[in-house]
């Protein structure tokens, strides 16, 4: 794995085109963070630094998106992760897919969506979100040490009162994607 340079993770970042005013707090935010001195990357767990990179990662099809549901968060989410230190957030994507979904070679498009979170209080996750475009029939082995499962929602039924407080946004921003 090569190591990323902050330039092309400014890059991937920059790319981004914000849905809301939210997103483009977020977006400026993160883009201000990126330029500063400031580390990237989680070095240790839970919160050092306080702020650092992680990704979410939805397979989605053309009714609905997979979601796990995560046993330490007790909410159904995207899959996904931190990004360790040198690590493209693409790269990121797809060692989580595999560690977390058992599934390689999928190709991670750009990322499609930013957030930052403040998580139990102690740290700010900032977060690329990207849209996988896969089948329901993908064999998946989802870790049973971090899910208690792995199920595919239509986009009508996803559970946004148990899920990440953003993805109700995200797939807003999805359905003008695709549209």
Known sequence: MSRAPRAAIRAEVAAIIALDELEAEHL?????????????????KPATPPEHLSTYFALVDEAGMLLVDHKNAKLWLPPGGHVDPGEHPRDAVARELFEELGVSGLPAPAASFITRTEVAGHHLDVT??????????????????EFNEARWFDFN???????????????AKLAKIIA
């Open 28 to 44: 400026q935010a993160s883009l201000a963070w990126i330029d500063s001195d400031a580390e990237l990357y989680r070095r240790e």
């Open 128 to 145: 690329l979100w990207y849209a996988l475009p896969a089948s329901r029939t993908l064999p998946l082995r989802y870790d049973q040490t």
């Open 157 to 171: 039924q996803l559970p946004y009162s148990d899920s990440d407080p953003h993805l109700a946004r995200f797939v």
